[in-house]
T-cell receptor, first 109, second 113 residues
Framework: AQRVTQPEKLLSVFKGAPVELKCNYS??????LFWYVQYSRQRLQLLLR??SRESIKGFTADLNKGETSFHLKKPFAQEEDSAMYYC???????????FGAGTRLTVKP | ETGVTQSPTHLIKTRGQQVTLRCSSQ?????VSWYQQALGQGPQFIFQ???????GRGNFPPRFSGLQFPNYSSELNVNALELDDSALYLC????????????FGSGTRLTVV
């Protein structure tokens, strides 16, 4: 069975500092990985997908199959990045998606 | 505008009762999933429907059941409510392939007393 682990429940950085939100997964096949974000009083929304290799709002995430990780990174954090971030995994060719417990990021001025 | 709407937004039920939560998916999205999110936790997968048939289920008992309709709406039914069923219930839909992300609704906050 697939599992997603986000080891940090809380993460606090200062504005302009680099930020990395960790995500580790376990799955025997080829997973598809996602990062979702939930800003205050808003619904959960897709931030980025592993397969698209895109940068959204300055965030990037690289799938490391050797380390089974999909960490989310941004070189210079902004106050508006403060939110709850969830890593999620979907097995290849399967619509079932499993979420990690989430990391609350706070960017201080 | 996400296109996924859930009703009601809040609900209070008594232990042992039954509840039906409703979701209207984005037009064209033939896959819908339901999640339970307890306070301080990530969303937990309940089940998924594709073209009106259940095609995936998480670790939830049979008293959690669902339906999906041709008009892109769906229901989550929970029988014999327990106090631990108190949570935010999220509906999420998507079209396209496995690599497309879900569009989430705002959720229904269920409180069982």
């Amino acid at each position: 069975a697939q599992r997603v682990t986000q080891p940090e429940k809380l993460l606090s950085v200062f504005k302009g500092a680099p930020v990395e939100l960790k995500c580790n997964y376990s799955y025997s096949g080829s997973p598809e990985l996602f990062w979702y974000v939930q800003y205050s009083r808003q619904r959960l929304q897709l931030l980025l997908r592993h397969i698209s290799r895109e940068s959204i709002k300055g965030f990037t995430a690289d799938l490391n199959k050797g380390e089974t990780s999909f960490h989310l990174k941004k070189p210079f954090a902004q106050e508006e990045d403060s939110a709850m971030y969830y890593c999620a995994l979907s097995p290849y060719n399967n619509n079932d998606m499993r979420f990690g417990a989430g990391t609350r990021l706070t960017v201080k001025p | 505008e996400t296109g996924v709407t859930q009703s009601p937004t809040h609900l209070i039920k008594t232990r042992g009762q039954q509840v039906t939560l409703r979701c209207s998916s984005q037009s064209g999205h033939n896959t819908v999933s339901w999640y339970q999110q307890a306070l301080g936790q990530g969303p937990q997968f309940i089940f998924q429907y594709y073209r009106e048939e259940e095609n995936g289920r998480g670790n939830f008992p049979p008293r959690f059941s669902g339906l999906q309709f041709p008009n892109y709406s769906s229901e989550l039914n929970v029988n014999a409510l327990e106090l631990d069923d108190s949570a935010l219930y999220l509906c999420a839909s998507k079209g396209g392939g496995f690599d497309y992300g879900y569009t989430f609704g705002s959720g229904t906050r269920l409180t069982v007393v």
